[in-house]
């Protein structure tokens, strides 16, 4: 009997201590729950509070093919104050609509150049299919080009922002008017010189006031061909360096070309008279002096002073004849 008993206890020991063990297992992975459950609820606070990021969109890769340059039909040269307002008014508004006409916008400072600023205007206003031209405020500048592009019979879209800007004898021309008062003036206004610049090239001879459109013989006084030779070569020198406007031939036309650019390479910028012991060096003397410059009657003077008149004329055609072939 006792022996059973003691049987009896042990189990009923085994039996406690495995309940026990479970209720701990139990326990146990009650805590591994609230412990993740608090967790997550820590983690949705925490992204209620912090802000969205944005999502990162990755770049689509640069295409390879080469964007093809806008053909225009011709230039229009336009005609305007360079100072605001009427810088914004180019770029925001007259650029875009004479683009939009299929012509290419140019303005007196798109050439930089070492020549005459007349000269650039003179030949942009020539080369221009249609000018734009804005009277606003009266600039000198504007009616002087305005002219010259009335007397060479070429088409002009005037605008305004008011008639009492326009002289009398222009206000007999069709004149694009706006106002500034008006919240879409500017749409208005690129709109009406778009359309007005289309119409134009549609019909270019209508376009022209019919007193400009007979063409008049210039009358300025016939220069000889030496001097337009030489004022070309002028032209010409200041635009390149002297040692560019020398090519490099060898016994040309009486002269050591090879000579007259080694010449070049040791004068000063302004050297002061002059003495020369070969032709080539009065060459490259004229040609240095041009290209920082000197006139070529200064570059002449210098030169009788020293070889006599008739010797001079003969390097200056050497320059002349070298520029033109330059």
């Not at 805590?31 to 969109?57: C, F, I, N, S």
Request: charged letters at 30%.
């Amino acid at each position: 009997m006792v022996a059973k008993k003691k049987v009896a206890k042990k189990r009923v020991a085994k039996t406690a201590v495995a309940k026990t063990a479970v209720a701990k297992k139990r326990a146990a992975k009650t805590a591994v729950v609230k412990t993740a459950v608090a967790k997550t609820a820590v983690a949705k606070k925490r992204a209620a509070v912090r802000p969205a990021q944005p999502k990162v969109v990755p770049a689509k890769p640069k295409s390879t093919r080469k964007t093809k340059k806008k053909q225009y039909v011709g230039s229009c040269f336009i005609l305007m104050p360079f100072k605001e307002p009427f810088e914004m008014y180019y770029n925001v508004i007259i650029r875009p609509a004479v683009s939009a006409a299929n012509l290419d916008p140019l303005r007196g400072d798109s050439l930089f150049t070492p020549t005459p600023i007349m000269g650039d205007v003179w030949n942009m206003i020539q080369e221009a299919k249609v000018l734009v031209a804005e009277l606003t405020y009266k600039n000198a500048n504007v009616f002087y080009e305005l002219g010259l592009a009335h007397a060479l019979g070429k088409p002009v879209i005037l605008i305004s922002e008011t008639m009492e800007d326009v002289p009398f004898d222009l206000q007999q021309l069709r004149v694009i008017l706006y106002d500034k008062d008006d919240p879409t003036w500017g749409n208005k206004l690129k709109s009406a010189i778009t359309t007005a610049l289309e119409e134009t090239l549609a019909s270019s001879v209508e376009a022209v006031p019919a007193m400009f459109r007979k063409r008049v013989k210039s009358q300025a006084p016939e220069d000889s061909d030496m001097s337009l030779r030489l004022l070309q070569l002028e032209r010409r020198i200041a635009s390149l360096g002297p040692e560019d406007a020398v090519r490099k031939r060898r016994f040309e036309r009486g002269l050591d070309w090879e000579r007259v650019t080694r010449y070049i390479a040791q004068l000063p910028p302004h050297p002061e008279k002059p003495k020369f012991s070969r032709r080539e060096h009065a060459v490259a003397w004229a040609l240095n002096m041009l290209h920082h410059g000197a006139t070529v009657a200064d570059v002449r003077t210098g030169l009788r002073e020293q070889v006599g008149e008739r010797e001079a004329d003969t390097i200056m055609k050497h320059a002349a004849d070298e520029s033109a072939n330059a």
